[in-house]
């Protein structure tokens, strides 16, 4: 079950431009600087029929490259071959066309937005449903306790699925519980005057 969400983000703010010092902090900003520096360059290419060449060395020494239509053809137009070196097959000696290249990135860049699309609705779809389930709570304590006559078609069959989900988590927790014979009762003796009373606990 989606919970509506909590506290809000604290937004965008300006960040400083600045060489990391922490190790982890610095490999997570390449990460992410990389995959926004290498879609919107995706982007470029798609939208303007540009050729474009990103060449990014990690830290680690490792290489990350982007090219429309290659890397190796952007490369090629500016930086030529050694004499007597091996010519690599071209895209088009290959049978690729870059039209195709082109046709097949723009259908991919419209499947990731239709797909982002889906997913921003069925959060929000969720995030409907996890309202309705605490206005059906009223002042009961758990979510579990809501009233399912207040729920609608939409929010019952996610409320039962949550339901199922949270009687696996309660029996997966049960099986990891130490298993035994259950604890023998215990007689407690109380005096009270000369008289002895035995109870059970």
């Known amino acids: 079950m989606v919970h509506p969400r909590g506290t809000p983000s604290t937004g965008r703010h300006r960040i400083e431009m600045a060489l990391r010092v922490d190790k982890n902090s610095r490999q997570v900003t390449f990460s992410k600087r990389r995959s926004g520096l290498f879609k919107k360059c995706s982007e470029l290419a798609l939208l303007c029929g540009a050729d474009l060449a990103v060449i990014v060395f990690s830290e680690a020494g490792n290489v990350f490259a982007l090219g429309s239509p290659s890397v190796d053809t952007v ?21 690729i066309d870059e039209d195709d290249d082109r046709e097949a990135l723009e259908e991919m860049c419209q499947a990731k937005e239709a797909a982002a699309k889906q997913v921003a609705a069925e959060i ?17 304590r758990f979510w579990w306790e809501a009233d399912v006559d207040a729920l609608g078609a939409a929010e019952l069959p996610e409320f039962a699925r949550s339901l199922e989900r949270l009687r696996d988590n309660l029996r997966r927790h049960a099986d990891k ?8 009762a215990t007689a407690v003796v109380a005096y009270t005057g000369d008289a002895a009373s035995n109870y059970l606990a």
Do not use: C, F, H, T
């Open 75 to 95: 490369l090629r137009r500016y930086v030529p071959l050694p004499a007597g070196a091996p010519v690599p097959a071209a895209a088009d000696d290959a049978g």
């Open 124 to 140: 929000e779809r969720m995030n409907l449903i996890g309202y309705k389930v605490i206005e059906a709570q009223g002042n009961r």
């Open 177 to 184: 519980l130490p298993s035994g014979p259950p604890p023998a």
